[in-house]
């Protein structure tokens, strides 16, 4: 799999070659790497050049280090963790507002709806469908269940995604929603106005994507990202009041 590295370029061949056999699928996730020793062998380096490639690899997110007799260097699954990490501690030092996310989600998911108009199926429909009655059903059962009602938004939205068929926007979107948005304060939200007002909006936004009108759907998702951000916006000035 790999082969001697060259004396003039040793660390960034070696990340270079581990690296490639993982992304072009001979290292799968949960595969384990040769030993130090033998990987020493293989590419006839230091361990000290290979320990410093390793952790590249690790800090890139490729593999995990562990530890015990069973350890060594495992390849991991492709993963948004770092960064949603870092924009998570952007917005918690307030270098990312909600109108920065709320201008950044307008954009994004105002194209998501539009590809979703011009290229949903009938099963994509009744998926969406489907979601919506369950959100219905939430709804109607009140307060006790506004956090499964969001987590049934979040779902829409990744769903939406996934019918653009662009994995970019798919692994953008669940990076966002699941886990920027799914851990922040909208699950304290109580107005059930609000709530109401997501939900028809949701409505709205199916309706146009079953419609194909991308357009309108653009439009629609536009409009319910900036309404849900002024919900937010208020909800957290009513928070900071209370302490």
Do not use: W
């Amino acid at each position: 799999m790999f082969r001697k590295t060259p004396h003039n370029r040793i660390f960034q061949d070696l990340v270079e070659q581990i690296q490639g056999a993982i992304l072009d699928g001979r290292l799968k996730p949960g595969d384990r790497l040769p030993s130090q020793r033998e990987l020493g062998e293989m590419f006839q380096t230091s361990r000290a050049s290979l320990r410093e490639a390793l952790r590249v690899l690790e800090q890139k997110g490729l593999i995990e280090m562990k530890l015990g007799v069973s350890g060594g260097a495992v390849v991991k699954d492709a993963s948004t963790k770092q960064i949603t990490e870092t924009l998570s501690l952007l917005m918690q030092h307030q270098k990312v507002s909600f109108d920065h996310l709320a201008e950044f989600r307008e954009g994004v998911e105002g194209c998501v709806a539009a590809l979703a108009a011009e290229r949903a199926t009938k099963k994509d429909i009744l998926q969406l469908k489907e979601l919506l009655d369950e959100a219905r059903k939430l709804l109607e059962e009140g307060n006790s269940h506004i956090k499964d009602f969001f987590q049934n938004d979040i779902k829409m939205h990744i769903a939406l995604a996934a019918i653009s068929g662009n994995p970019v926007y798919i692994a953008v979107l669940r990076m966002v929603h699941e886990n920027i948005l799914g851990s922040s304060e909208r699950f304290s939200f109580r107005d059930e106005q609000g709530l109401r007002e997501n939900y028809q909006a949701l409505c709205d936004i199916v309706r146009a994507v079953e419609q194909r009108q991308a357009t309108k759907a653009r439009s629609l998702a536009q409009n319910h990202i900036a309404q849900c951000t002024r919900y937010m916006k208020k909800e957290q000035q009513k928070q900071d009041s209370d302490h």
